[in-house]
Each structure stands twice: as structure tokens, then as C-alpha cells.
């Protein structure tokens, strides 16, 4: 071997074996799969040296901004809207405290919110995600079971953070969680369960540890825990968890709650001024322990919020008004055509006694929307017309074909 050839000062390959050299001013050299591999170590300890969040006081977006932010998309739920402003505004003061040196430590305060089927709550989450500067994520609790059982894990929530922040650890750390669904892992019988409720109670007992505060080890790519994968430690105590559900029938629970309390000759001045159509607003702590939440988990949601159920005047404006109402989507979907989209006034009005009768909230006016134009949908783009103007007479003829039943809700 010549004295002059050259060899890589890492690996100690010859010319001869690599594909070229990077020459250093000192003479020395590196080969090109060298290269690659120093800039994968440099990358991967990049992303382990996170950053912290740096967020100004003056660009923390205050709880009235929030709230103006969200009546552009969603219409009504002033009440839960309050809260959850509140609640992401105090996140931030929460985040920016560890900078000083202060005796008092603000605790997290997490957010659970009941409210009907279609009245928002999944939409407030998506809307506020897009105003906020820290990771957001949203997990369905249906899927979430007991290790060791088909579904998944509870660290999978963590698993959705950290994918959110790009595996930036300490950004997931100061992130927000929203658990939708939180009502499906209620346990099935009021007592505690003396066999497997490996998707209610399990699952319940399992959040503990995450809605408190904890270091939990959280596989990188999801999926089951095995002895081989490598975990990652993400400590949960600055994390805010904002859950949602139906919580279908637990009127039940509060009405008796009611009914049960007050006695005597104001009993029936009492249950005379409740309000029979908005039951959730009664709600209590002790419901939700009656519905199947145990009270350990209650005592780790401490905001109790409700969603209203949407009258007539609110499903009317949702169809029109926010940014990305219903008849805007349509009407856009059918301007990539060429086509100009007009409903009359009176299939608006007909579109939201539809969704009345079949008990579907906002979610159902898409659906009804959607039967109505799809014939339209399927032919226009190639029949080459430019208008289509819906009247009340083509809404009232579609209807009637379609199999309503399919709508309904029993």
C-alpha cells in the first residue's frame, strides 16, 4: 500500500473502499458514509437537547381573544367557551411561572365538558388547536384498554403528543390533550367491578397517573409495550387534559339528584323552576360518579363545564355563519366546478327541522345537506351547467326518496 494513499481518520477505510473523501484543512479526511452517519448523530442529539418554549406574556393570546377566536366557528356554548379560555390562558401563566422563583406552584386544573351529541365539543378542541402555541393533540378514549389487552395503550395519548411536537420532549411536556369520548370507559354495573372491565374501570384507573402527574415511559412509535422497545420518559405534570363526552342518559341521574334533595312545601317551587330541556346544566361531580366515573378520576378533573343543547336559532346559524359552515363548504366544493351554489331561505329553515326531528344536532345537518345535493354532485360537473339553485320543492323530493330511517336516531 502506497505511503501517500489516503484513509478516512474515522473508520480508517481506504480510498479504494469508499466512494469519495471530505478533505479537512488539517489534512485529515472523511469518507462519505461517515459523513452521513455524523450528521445522523448530530440531528438525532439535536432533537434530544429540546428547546424550551419560549413564549412572551404579550403573545399569550388573552381568554376574551380566545373566545373570539372560537365564535368564528363555533356558534352558542358561551359557557364552555369561558372555561376552556380560561383554562388554555391559565396553561400559559402555568408555563411561564417556572422561569421565577416563587413559593406558590400553580396545579393544572383539567377540563372535563358534557354536552349532547353534535353540539361541539370536538369542534371547540379542533378550533382552539389552531390558536394555540403548544403541542395539541386529540385521542378518542374508545380504543384505550388495560395493558396486555387488543386495543390500546393508555400511553398511547402520550404517543399522539409527542408525534404532534415532532419528539420534542420538553415541548410535549407543556402540551394539551384532549380525550373525547371519556364517557365510553365508564364502568358497566354501579359497583366496582370484581371481574376484567379491561376498556372502562381498567382504563380509568390507568389515566390516574397521567391526569396527576407522572413520568411515564411512552413508546415511541405507538402500539404495544415489548421489553425491546425503546421508551421515551415523558413527565405528565404539565400537561393539561381537557376530556369531552355524551354522556347519553345521565339526565336520568340528575333528575333524581334533584328530585331527592329538596323536600318539603319549597320541593315543589324548586322542580317547578328547573329547566326540563336543559338538564346538563344541574350537573354535578356526584352525577358523574353515578354514571360510572370513578371518584378518583373525578377528583383529577376538577372543572365541571356543560354544553347546551342547540335550539332552532343555533342550528340555523351554524349551517351559515361560522367561517366554515356547511353551506360555505358546499358552496366552495361546487365553485371548483364553476358552478354557483344557491339554496333558497326555506330549504335552510327545512334543512334545520330535519335535523331537529331526527335528533342529530349540528352533526346531522351535513348529512341531510348531503342527501339533499348529492344527485346534483354526481351529475353537474359533467353536464356542464353553471347554477344550481336548490328550492324547498327539490329538498322535500330528495328527502322523501331516501330512506329516512337511516337518519334517525331512536
Excluded: W
Amino acid at each position: 500500500m502506497a505511503k501517500n494513499s489516503k484513509h478516512c481518520s474515522f473508520c480508517g477505510r481506504p480510498e479504494s473502499q469508499v466512494d469519495f473523501f471530505i478533505m479537512g484543512q488539517d489534512g485529515s479526511h472523511i469518507c462519505n458514509e461517515c459523513a452521513i452517519q455524523a450528521a445522523e448523530i448530530v440531528k438525532e442529539n439535536t432533537s434530544l437537547r429540546s428547546k424550551p418554549l419560549a413564549i412572551q406574556k404579550d403573545q399569550v393570546p388573552k381568554p376574551v381573544e380566545i373566545k373570539e377566536y372560537l365564535d368564528q366557528y363555533v356558534i352558542g356554548q358561551n359557557e364552555a367557551k369561558k372555561f376552556l379560555s380560561v383554562a388554555v390562558y391559565n396553561h400559559y401563566k402555568r408555563l411561564m411561572q417556572e422561569k421565577q422563583n416563587d413559593e406558590v406552584e400553580i396545579e393544572k386544573s383539567n377540563i372535563i365538558m358534557v354536552g349532547y351529541t353534535g353540539t361541539g365539543k370536538t369542534l371547540l378542541a379542533r378550533t382552539i388547536a389552531k390558536k394555540l402555541h403548544v403541542p395539541f393533540t386529540i385521542v378518542d378514549a374508545t380504543v384505550l384498554t388495560e395493558a396486555g389487552y387488543v386495543g390500546e395503550d393508555i400511553e398511547s395519548i402520550l404517543t399522539r403528543l409527542l408525534q404532534v411536537a415532532d419528539y420534542d420532549v420538553k415541548a410535549a411536556e407543556r402540551g394539551i390533550v384532549f380525550i373525547d369520548e371519556i364517557d365510553k370507559i365508564a364502568r358497566k354495573g354501579d359497583n366496582p367491578s370484581i371481574t376484567r372491565d379491561v376498556s372502562g374501570e381498567g382504563v380509568q384507573q390507568g389515566l390516574l397517573k397521567l391526569l396527576e402527574g407522572a413520568v411515564v415511559n411512552v413508546p415511541p412509535q405507538g402500539g404495544r409495550k415489548h421489553p425491546d422497545q425503546k421508551m421515551i420518559a415523558v413527565n405528565t405534570q404539565n400537561i393539561l387534559f381537557v376530556c369531552g363526552g355524551a354522556f347519553d342518559g345521565i339526565e336520568k341521574k340528575i333528575a333524581s339528584r334533584l328530585n331527592t334533595r329538596v323536600v318539603g312545601y319549597n320541593a315543589a317551587l324548586s322542580i317547578d323552576q328547573i329547566d326540563k330541556n336543559n338538564m346538563l346544566q344541574y350537573i354535578a361531580p356526584q352525577d358523574l360518579k353515578s354514571f360510572g366515573l370513578i371518584p378518583e378520576i373525578i377528583g383529577r378533573l376538577p372543572i365541571l363545564t356543560y354544553l347546551e343543547p342547540l335550539d332552532r336559532i343555533a342550528l340555523r346559524k351554524i349551517l351559515t355563519e361560522p367561517k366554515n359552515s356547511i353551506v360555505k363548504q358546499y358552496t366552495k366544493l361546487f365553485k371548483m366546478d364553476q358552478i354557483d351554489l344557491v339554496f333558497d331561505e326555506e330549504v335552510l329553515d327545512y334543512i334545520v327541522d330535519k335535523a331537529i326531528e331526527f335528533k342529530l344536532g349540528a352533526r346531522g345537518l351535513r348529512s341531510i345537506t348531503e342527501t339533499i345535493i348529492m344527485d346534483k354532485m354526481y351529475e353537474m360537473p359533467s353536464n356542464h351547467e353553471k347554477i344550481l339553485q336548490v328550492t324547498l320543492e327539490y329538498a322535500q323530493s330528495k328527502i322523501e326518496k331516501t330512506n329516512i330511517n337511516r337518519l334517525k336516531i331512536a
